[in-house]
C-alpha cells in the first residue's frame, strides 16, 4: 500500500542535543509538510517543499529546519530542543488531483526531551 | 483568510447514540472543507472531505457531514456511536483556488461511554 512513512514512532533527546526525524512516502507526491501538534491541541504548520522549493511558515523558530533531498523524502531537523519542542511531529504530503492538494499523513513521531 | 471554529472540546455520548460533532468556518472564497480523525499516538486519518460536488458527504465509518453555505457550517455525525469512534475529530478548511494549506479547528474529544 502506498503510504506515508515516520521514523522513529517515538524519539527522545536531550536538552540542546540536535534531533532529526525522519519521513518517508511511496505516494510519489511532490508536496511535503511538517507539522508539530502539542498535546490537546491542533496540528501546526512548520513548512511545507513544493517539489524542491522550500516555504517556511512565518512563525516558525530558526531552530527549526528541513531537507528533501529527493521526493521520497523529507527531514526535520531540531538544532537545539528545548523543552518546549516536546510534541508530537506529523508529516504530511499531497499533489495537485483536479486542483484539490488532500493531504496525507504519516502516524507521526512523538518527541520527548529531557 | 479562512479560519474554523470547532464548538466543544469535550462531547461525551453513549454507545448507540448520535454523534454530533460542530464546524463553523469562515471563508472569504470558496472553501474545502475536511474532518479528520486522530486516535491516540496516531496521525491524522481523512473522514471525509467537501469540495463542493455534493452538500451531503457521506465518509468512512458510517460519518457523514453536510455543508450549509448559509450557515458557515460543515458539522460531522453518525446516526449511532460505536465505542471505537473514541478519538479527537479535527474540522480543517482550505481555499478551493491554487495551492491550499490546511487551516485545523482546535479540536473536539468525543468520549463514547457503554
Known amino acids: 500500500d502506498a503510504m506515508v512513512i515516520q521514523n522513529p514512532r517515538y524519539q527522545v533527546t536531550q536538552f540542546g542535543k540536535p534531533v532529526t526525524l525522519s519521513c518517508s512516502q511511496t505516494l510519489n507526491h511532490n508536496v511535503m509538510y511538517w507539522y508539530q501538534q502539542k498535546s490537546s491541541q491542533a496540528p501546526k504548520l512548520l513548512f511545507h517543499?513544493?517539489?524542491?522549493?522550500?516555504?517556511n511558515e512565518a512563525d516558525t523558530p530558526d531552530n527549526f529546519q528541513s531537507r528533501r533531498p529527493n521526493t521520497s523524502f523529507c527531514f526535520l531537523d531540531i538544532r537545539s530542543p528545548g523543552l518546549g519542542d516536546a510534541a508530537m511531529y506529523l508529516c504530511a504530503t499531497s499533489r495537485d488531483k483536479g486542483g484539490l492538494y488532500e493531504q496525507y499523513f504519516g502516524p507521526g513521531t512523538r518527541l520527548t526531551v529531557t | 483568510a479562512q479560519s474554523v471554529t470547532q464548538l466543544g472540546s469535550h462531547v461525551s455520548v453513549s454507545e448507540g447514540a448520535l454523534v454530533l460533532l460542530r464546524c463553523n468556518y469562515s471563508?472569504?472564497?470558496?472553501?474545502?472543507l475536511f474532518w479528520y480523525v486522530q486516535y491516540p499516538n496516531q496521525g491524522l486519518q481523512l473522514l471525509l472531505k467537501y469540495t463542493s460536488a455534493a452538500t451531503l458527504v457521506k465518509g468512512i465509518n458510517g460519518f457523514e457531514a453536510e455543508f450549509k453555505k448559509s450557515e458557515t457550517s460543515f458539522h460531522l455525525t453518525k446516526p449511532s456511536a460505536h465505542m471505537s469512534d473514541a478519538a479527537e475529530y479535527f474540522c480543517?478548511?482550505?481555499?478551493?483556488?491554487?495551492?491550499?494549506?490546511?487551516?485545523f479547528g482546535t479540536g473536539t474529544r468525543l468520549l463514547v461511554s457503554p
Open positions: 517543499y513544493y517539489d524542491k522549493d522550500f516555504n
Open positions: 471563508s472569504s472564497v470558496p472553501p474545502y
Open positions: 480543517a478548511v482550505s481555499v478551493a483556488t491554487g495551492f491550499q494549506k490546511l487551516v
